[in-house]
T-cell receptor, first 113, second 113 residues
Framework: DAKTTQPPSMDCAEGRAANLPCNHS???????VYWYRQIHSQGPQYIIH???NNETNEMASLIITEDRKSSTLILPHATLRDTAVYYC??????????????FGTGTRLTVIP | DTGVSQDPRHKITKRGQNVTFRCDPI?????LYWYRQTLGQGPEFLTY????????KSRLLSDRFSAERPKGSFSTLEIQRTEQGDSAMYLC???????????FGPGTRLTVT
């Protein structure tokens, strides 16, 4: 069952920030927000995850709203190699459901030269 | 390369034949996952191992499918009496701990003719 809603596709100009939204209005208090991406013909790649606070790593930033019902993945300076399908996933960190990543259909991001 | 590896990368088989795929996880990861991905869809969870124990199976894993991880290291996924509907990408992932980031292999693309 889908727990997240993402736009099916987005375009972004090379060098600009890519902001990918995700709605997860039914998220539970113990569920984290994870982002993965899948470049064509490759396996999914972990990007970032968070619970309540905003998170940043070398790949991206994750902004989670205060009510935790939505989040945005930010790629600060998109490159052509960031063209991929991006999946927003909510999951618990332990117990039943912790091992099953539900990917949905994601957002296909195309970075345009 | 110390990532997750899968073999073969591509397999073409005739309907009714049996096929077996292999996955070698990251060496220190004791958790291993199998997913299936059809065209235009995100990966779907099939099964999960902790060491050699198969702890979770999706209802997608019909009785024609069997997965093993005999020594808690590599895993095999066998499909008996293949059907055209089995054509998909079969992805393997591993993680160090429950709820941790899952690292995916490149997948095995199965085509059943």
């Amino acid at each position: 069952d889908a727990k997240t809603t993402q736009p099916p596709s987005m375009d972004c100009a090379e060098g600009r920030a890519a902001n990918l939204p995700c709605n997860h209005s039914t998220i539970s208090g113990n569920e984290y927000v994870y982002w993965y991406r899948q470049i064509h013909s490759q396996g999914p790649q972990y990007i970032i995850h968070g619970l309540k606070n905003n998170e940043t790593n070398e790949m991206a930033s994750l902004i989670i709203t205060e009510d935790r019902k939505s989040s945005t993945l930010i790629l600060p300076h998109a490159t052509l190699r960031d063209t991929a399908v991006y999946y927003c996933i909510v999951r618990v960190a332990s117990g039943a459901g912790a091992n099953n990543l539900f990917f949905g259909t994601g957002t296909r991001l195309t970075v345009i030269p | 390369d110390t990532g997750v590896s899968q073999d073969p990368r591509h397999k073409i088989t005739k309907r009714g034949q049996n096929v077996t795929f292999r996955c070698d996880p990251i060496s220190e990861h004791n958790r291993l996952y199998w997913y299936r991905q059809t065209l235009g869809q995100g990966p779907e969870f099939l099964t999960y191992f902790q060491n050699e124990a198969q702890l979770e199976k999706s209802r997608l894993l019909s009785d024609r499918f069997s997965a093993e991880r005999p020594k808690g290291s590599f895993s095999t996924l066998e499909i008996q009496r293949t059907e055209q509907g089995d054509s998909a990408m079969y992805l393997c992932a591993s993680s160090l701990e429950v709820g941790g980031e899952q690292y995916f292999g490149p997948g095995t693309r199965l085509t059943v003719t």
